[in-house]
């Protein structure tokens, strides 16, 4: 590919970035039309929607808790939640004989992973799905059993709402109300959230979370001005709501930091996990202040260092300025929750949903090895910048479910917590980076119910025989 080919299909990337992002009509029109359907189903990836909301189960087989034990083998979800995990032979006596086994065989088992800042349901339009199933089927397929949607207006909010009280979301939906739409426009959208509670609708849907856009990615103009800003976060922490600021570069970081500051105070605590997303450049006096006020970060382990970032242009328009770029390894030495999420579809080169993307397995790998998928090799300051395995394995499952406030029952495998599991064909804290995106899903489990079973052999234990 020459360079004149990638420069301008990352221009094109930003160039859509920066004015139909999150476009608040949900128009369709202004989408692409549908090129081709996403080509992640094999015959046998499909299993409907359970109309059951929980269900009973034992998982037997190796299983990465992110808890204590980190590995047991065996775990109990009864109605919906965890009732324990441990050995074979604990689990089983505590099942008694008539909860269902799912003998996993040589596959291994891991909290059910979070996607905790992307658009799958809501810009669907841009990578060719044209329904809100289609968009949840291509997510469990990947082995999500929860997503965030980062940019939900009151159409898009209609439409979510709809899904729960239809009992028609097969997985978990953090949903994020906007105040605000992208660049250029910015157009603020006041306070409508107001006259709702933030909480749980229903019990696959939580709406506890506002975004606000500060800036546009790699222009460096600002949306608000700053009193403005500092008010309306001060209004929506008032009430309760979580605040997820859109904020890639230095400046608008400041901006977002200045605004937490009168709400947490400079050494925290943050009680509602205020967070912000992208954090493409922080300098070393904001990462300090990061880890005083204790804001969490939403990262982009896979494909976002390297392909938003590769391009000269991209990097003029920061300035030219490398020194802060991609910090990943430091956030998470640094002791931040820093969630790995996928930001889909604004990672899709040309828009071009595939099976081998936005996947938990491509934050994890990415994460080890940032290879592009436009520009192959990863700059050269990622080199300090890689994580372990297992430093990306938090980033998909416990420091997401920190940054989604709900840390307490989801993102690990505990007595109480949530009983969503995700089931992998390998065990990725012993694998290289291209081992793990090798690794298919086996299955994936939200609430003790099998929301999508890749492999009818691991699923059929599952029928009763009585
Ligand atoms: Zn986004």
């Known amino acids: 590919m ?29 989408a692409p039309s549908r090129s081709s359907s996403p080509s992640t189903a094999s015959p046998s ?7 059951s909301r929980s269900g009973s189960l034992v998982v037997m087989g190796r299983i990465v808790t992110m808890d204590d034990p980190a590995v047991a083998e065996a775990l109990l979800i009864d109605d919906g939640t965890v009732a324990a995990v441990g050995t074979r032979d604990e689990v089983l006596a505590i099942a008694g004989d008539d909860v269902p086994v799912m003998d996993i065989g040589q596959n291994v088992a891991y909290p059910g992973f979070i996607d905790a800042h992307a658009h799958w349901i809501g810009d669907r339009e841009y990578y060719g799905l044209d329904t ?3 968009a949840i089927q291509a997510a469990l397929e990947r082995g999500w059993t929860s997503i965030a949607e980062l940019w939900v207006n ?25 105040l605000n739409e992208p660049p250029p426009n910015g157009a603020h959208f006041g306070d409508w959230y107001a006259d709702r509670e933030p909480g749980a609708v229903g019990d696959r849907l939580r709406v506890r979370g506002l975004k606000i856009h500060l800036d546009t990615g790699f222009e460096l103009g600002l949306l608000w001005d700053a009193d403005e800003l500092n008010a309306t976060v001060v209004a929506a922490n008032e009430r309760g709501w979580q605040v997820a600021m859109h904020a890639f570069s230095i400046e608008p970081i400041d901006q977002a930091l200045d605004a937490l500051e009168p709400v947490l105070g400079p050494n925290g605590p943050n009680p509602l996990h205020h967070r912000i997303e992208h954090a493409m450049q922080v300098t070393d006096a904001q990462l300090s202040r990061t880890v005083a006020m204790q ?14 970032l590769s391009d000269p242009d991209g990097l003029a328009e920061l300035g030219g300025e490398t020194a802060w770029l991609s910090r990943y390894r430091d956030f998470v030495d640094a002791g931040l929750h820093a969630a790995g999420a996928t930001d889909m579809p604004w990672i899709l080169p040309d828009f071009k949903l595939t099976d081998d993307i936005g996947r938990p397995v491509d934050q994890i790998a990415g994460g080890m090895d940032p290879r592009g998928r436009v520009f192959p090799e990863p700059p050269p300051w990622m080199a300090t910048q890689l994580l372990t395995a297992e430093q990306g394995l938090r980033a998909v499952t416990v420091d ?3 940054a989604l406030g709900d840390e307490a029952r989801r993102g690990h495998l505990a007595p109480g917590t949530l009983g969503d599991v995700t089931i992998l064909s390998g065990d990725v804290t012993a694998a290289t980076p291209d081992e793990i995106r090798a690794m298919t899903v086996i299955a994936t489990i939200v609430g003790g119910v099998p929301a999508l079973c890749a492999h009818p052999d691991v699923c059929s234990q599952l029928v009763s025989e009585d």
């Not at 499909?46 to 109309?51: D, H, K, Y």
């Not at 209609?158 to 949903?175: F, I, K, M, N, S």
């Open 2 to 30: 020459s360079s004149t080919t990638t420069v301008l299909r990352t221009l094109l990337l930003l160039a859509l970035l920066a004015t139909v992002a999150c476009s608040p009509s949900g128009d369709a029109s202004t």
């Open 45 to 51: 990836a499909s299993a409907p929607p359970s109309a």
């Open 132 to 134: 809100a199933a289609e």
């Open 154 to 178: 009151p159409e898009r909010l209609t439409e979510l709402e709809t899904l729960a009280a239809d009992e028609t979301l097969p997985l978990r939906v953090d949903g994020y109300l906007t």
């Open 295 to 308: 804001v969490a970060l939403v990262i982009h382990l896979d494909t976002a260092a390297t392909d938003w």
């Open 400 to 402: 997401a479910a920190y």
